[in-house]
Structures are given as structure tokens and as C-alpha cells.
């Protein structure tokens, strides 16, 4: 890793086969640590990609991509193992469904000797979630990073749920709430929360994610924006109105604008949180601001900063 890097996003990258209007498949790069990635690099914050790709050419595919949004790469690995593949039909609103294709591909094998022995104190923070935290053994690998790392960085969470034919409902349930409790920042989509907690009101989660042990929690609302909240204050946050083509990659923009703001403040590390509503609002209005503009274009295609209208 560079002495730069000041983001570590640790996850999965793969492609989405999304239909077009004649029903043909057609290859996106994605993966939600793959998307936040990217749109950080894209958001200036220097950025580096923690997963296992594939040597063929949708591998080639991925990484030549991440390069190009200026993703440092050092602590990516390669494998022989297929690109593991998603399925992504869009309803008519745009959102996409997901069916997995995982076995013996290349997004879940990463395991603890691919990860680096120490991370540099530079690293301010460290982001993982979605199918990484579902999948072996890359979720052992990151939780174990996870403990290995608490107290030296910012953790943060993008639940990002997603659930895979034979996969261990329970034991995923329980490592995200083993995470959360690791005083996570945790950022969720109302989708999320109704999984995580299904006799809850998003409101509601967002106190019980606090008390489980999280510094933050975040929750996106689709068309209605955000609410958040730490223990000292709480927010929410609208959108402006968009023409949505899709929204792929929305919640992972989302996710990496928060991580930019805070940095832009020097409030990212250990101690990361916005410590008033009103800093509270601003961050999640960028964050929505960011997500927003993802959404008017096709697949995961997040904003460049000088996209922006003032900035973080």
C-alpha cells in the first residue's frame, strides 16, 4: 500500500449482467466495496482496494478500471478463479434485483495471508460490507481484520445486505452485529434495517444499531434521502429531485461521500463523528447529493468532484 492511502475499502469486485432493452446481458463493472472504491478515488481521497480479482478478462476488466479512478492496487490479489457474477434486472423505477453466481469464483477467496501484516497509521479508515462479510472464507478474513484493526482507524460499515443461495443466514446476522459492535460507523440502506431488524421502523434501527454498540448510524430512504444519528445528535437529510435511469451504485457513492466529508473536515479516524445536527445534516445532504447524481446515469458511474456543487 502507498503512503497515501488514506481509505482502505476491503470486499468484493464483480460484474453485474445487467438486461438492456432487448433483454441481452450486458457486463458492468461492480460489487459494492468495488463501487465505493472508485467513487472515493473519484471524490479526490487517496484510496486503496482490499479483494481477490480474477486473471481473466472481466478481472482485467475490474482492475484496469479501479486504476483508471486512480485506486491503488497494492493490496489487491489474483487468481486463476472465474469472475464471480451477478445478475442485475432493473424494475421500472430503476433498481436492480440480484441473483449470484459465487461458486469457486474469485470475490470470496480471499483469506488472512493476502492481507496486509500492519496497515499504515495514514489509513484513517477502514470500510468493508455487502457480500464480504456474507461469503468464505473473505468474511472470516475481514472480521478477523476487523478485530486485529479496532481502535487504530475508523471502521466502517455498509451492511449492504445480500443474501446467497446456501449461505448461513444466521451466522451473517451474527457477524454484522459482532461489527457493528466494534463502535462501527455504520451506514444501511431502509432495506437493511427491515432485514437486520424486521419489527422496526427505520427510525427505530437507528437507535438500536447505536445501542448495540455502533458510534454512528446512517440510513438511506431511497427518494425520501437520509436520517442519521450518533449519541450526541441526529439528522436528516433530502435529496434533490433526479432523473433516475437506475440506481446501481447509489448507496455505495453514498457511503463513500460520507468518508469524504469527513475527511474534509478532519474529523475521519478514531474518534469520527460529526458532533452537532447541524454537521450531522450537511454530511448526509452531500452524501445524498452524491448518490443522487449516481443515479442519472446507467450502472455504477459515480460523480467526479468537480461534478459537484461546492464540495464536501
Not at 189 to 216: F, K, N
Not at 288 to 297: D, E, S
Request: charged letters at 20%; one cysteine or more; aromatic letters at 4%.
Amino acid at each position: 500500500m502507498t503512503d497515501r492511502a488514506r481509505a482502505l475499502i476491503c470486499g468484493e469486485a464483480l460484474i453485474d449482467l445487467v438486461p438492456d432493452s432487448d433483454g441481452r446481458l450486458q457486463p458492468h463493472p461492480g460489487g459494492g466495496p468495488f463501487n465505493t472504491a472508485r467513487a472515493l478515488a473519484r471524490l479526490g481521497v487517496p484510496t486503496a482496494f482490499l479483494g481477490r480479482l480474477s486473471s481473466d478478462p472481466f478481472g482485467k476488466l475490474l482492475s484496469g478500471q479501479l486504476a483508471a479512478d486512480g485506486v491503488d492496487l497494492s493490496t489487491t490479489s489474483w487468481g486463476d478463479e472465474p469472475t464471480t457474477l451477478a445478475i442485475a434486472p432493473l424494475d421500472r423505477g430503476g433498481a436492480a434485483t440480484y441473483s449470484f453466481y459465487v461458486d469457486g469464483t474469485s470475490a470470496p477467496y480471499l483469506t488472512a495471508e493476502m492481507v496486509p501484516a500492519e496497515l499504515g497509521a495514514e489509513v484513517a479508515v477502514l470500510h468493508m460490507g455487502t457480500l464480504g462479510l456474507l461469503l468464505e472464507p473473505i468474511a472470516r478474513t475481514l472480521e478477523s481484520l476487523a478485530e486485529r484493526e479496532r481502535g487504530r482507524h475508523l471502521l466502517m460499515l455498509d451492511l449492504n445486505i445480500r443474501t446467497v443461495r446456501g449461505a448461513d443466514q444466521d451466522t451473517y446476522r451474527a457477524r454484522l452485529l459482532r461489527l457493528i459492535s466494534m463502535d462501527a460507523l455504520v451506514k444501511a440502506s431502509d432495506d437493511d434495517v427491515a432485514w437486520l431488524y424486521p419489527e422496526l421502523t427505520a427510525e427505530a434501527a437507528v437507535d438500536r444499531i447505536l445501542d448495540a454498540g455502533a458510534r454512528a448510524a446512517l440510513v438511506t430512504l431511497g427518494a425520501e434521502g437520509a436520517i442519521g444519528a450518533t449519541r450526541r445528535c441526529r439528522a436528516r437529510a433530502h435529496p434533490s429531485e433526479v432523473a433516475v435511469v437506475d440506481t446501481i451504485g447509489a448507496g455505495d457513492a453514498f457511503g463513500a461521500a460520507v468518508v469524504a466529508w469527513l475527511l474534509e473536515h478532519g474529523s475521519a479516524g478514531v474518534a469520527a463523528v460529526p458532533s452537532s445536527d447541524a454537521e450531522l445534516e450537511a454530511m448526509l445532504r452531500f452524501a445524498c447529493q452524491v448518490g443522487a447524481l449516481t443515479c442519472t446515469r446507467p450502472g455504477a458511474d459515480p460523480p467526479w468532484r468537480e461534478e459537484l456543487t461546492g464540495g464536501p
